[in-house]
């Protein structure tokens, strides 16, 4: 289902979100019959004792009788969301193409006897080394498709989506315009700079706010504006790939989540996850992780300054944090695991030490990491000298 339903005249947008509701509740791997009593299904027990022995080929027959023979390959249930086990690319966009699932966690620092938390780590991820390549390459990719090659791409971005156009505009020779908010760590501007894009600084802390801006010097200069905040795919390819990996991913260690905690931004990832697991699994906890007010916090923001899909589907809650407890969560994960989150994967672990605190965490908990500390060498260099951190 393609974000050009959106547009059909027989669909509203209300019939096309409960039309993919329906499918994602209904969906299963495909059922497709192996002989007479063999049935490859979701939990794909039967594919992995094939995969084991070494079958190759299976004969398969269809609903209406027909025989034959298909490679077990092409009945791979995981298929979508299964990369290249020896990661071995024919080019750059393939590390995000194909490179997946990214890993699934499970963390120390967070889980006790009733609840084990696992953490998606999207720094896996080759141009921005953060969950934002998925979205820069399937609305750039999805563009493409349409065999016409933009001249110049711009886009408002706080860092991530930006560095990830910016690498695969690079690879497919296309020149591009970056406007960063005044919040953007200062050294971003010479990352962009060495990947030879321009960059636009403005004075806003608030990235949204300069898309305006950006959309009338686009439609002067003749250049595309992607427009990671209303384009239909940014959504999309949370739902296609982040939120069945994740589910796959689960599954592998035969569990389903009970809560999934994620920080909102453009409202992309956390409203495909709620859509996703809430149309699955109907008892999943859904919860957004949003600045408080008057704190900013790379990468997310508060819902009033205007997210486009979260208003469209169903999250239980949205929960407020500070930059310095930010810090705190960051630096709860990085003493205990030993791996440095970014801010706002920090504004979520900050949301969860609360919950585990009240005691009101159950069962098995996804935590969605979006890139990585190191890319705020800046902020921590100022907050640790303050010892802004919440004990
Ligand atoms: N965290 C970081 C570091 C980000 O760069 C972003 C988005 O730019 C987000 C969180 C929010 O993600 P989303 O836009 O899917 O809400």
Not at 18 to 31: C, E, F, H, Q, V
Not at 212 to 221: G, I, N, Q, T
Request: net charge neutral.
């Amino acid at each position: 289902v393609e974000p050009a339903m959106l547009k059909a005249p027989s669909m509203s947008l209300k019939e096309y979100i409960d039309t993919l509701g329906y499918i994602i509740s209904k969906w299963r791997a495909p059922i497709i019959r192996v002989r007479d009593d063999w049935v490859l299904d979701e939990d794909a027990a039967v594919f992995n004792a094939l995969a084991e022995f070494g079958v190759k080929y299976v004969p398969v027959s269809d609903t209406l009788g027909e025989a034959g023979e298909v490679s077990l390959n092409l009945l791979n249930p995981f298929h979508e969301v299964q990369g290249n086990g020896l990661r071995v690319y024919d080019s750059v966009v393939e590390l995000v193409s194909r490179n997946t699932p990214t890993p699934l966690v499970k963390l120390r620092s967070l889980s006790n006897s009733d609840v084990r938390v696992w953490a998606k780590l999207e720094w896996y991820h080759p141009f921005s080394l953060s969950i934002k390549d998925r979205v820069a390459w399937y609305m750039l990719h999805r563009f493409l498709e349409r065999g016409v090659k933009p001249a110049k791409l711009y886009e408002a971005s706080s860092t991530n989506t930006g560095m990830a156009l910016v690498g695969l505009g690079n690879y497919h020779g296309v020149k591009t315009r970056i406007y960063l908010p005044a919040t953007a760590q200062r050294c971003v501007d010479y990352v962009f700079k060495a990947m030879g894009a321009e960059v636009v600084r403005e004075g806003t802390p608030i990235t949204i706010s300069m898309l305006s801006k950006v959309l009338v010097e686009a439609s002067r200069d003749n250049a595309v504006v992607l427009n990671q905040f209303e384009n239909d795919y940014n959504f999309l390819v949370h739902l296609r790939y982040t939120a069945k990996e994740i589910d796959y991913q689960l599954m592998s260690k035969g569990v389903k989540p009970s809560v999934i905690v994620a920080g909102l931004g453009t409202s992309g990832h956390l409203s495909a996850l709620s859509f996703y697991f809430k149309n699955k699994y109907k008892s999943v906890e859904t919860i957004g992780v949003q600045s408080a007010q008057g704190s900013s916090i790379p990468g997310i923001r508060r819902v009033e300054t205007g997210v486009k899909w979260l208003h469209m589907v169903e999250v239980d809650r949205v929960v407020d944090v500070r930059l310095e407890e930010a810090l705190t969560g960051i630096l709860h994960v990085a003493r205990i695991d030993g791996i440095l989150p970014g801010f706002s994967s920090g504004a979520a672990v900050y949301a969860l030490m609360k919950l585990l605190e009240e005691g009101s965490l159950r069962g098995d908990v996804v935590v969605v990491f979006p890139d990585h500390g190191l890319k705020y060498v800046e902020l921590l260099e100022t907050l640790l000298a303050e010892k802004c951190v919440v004990e």
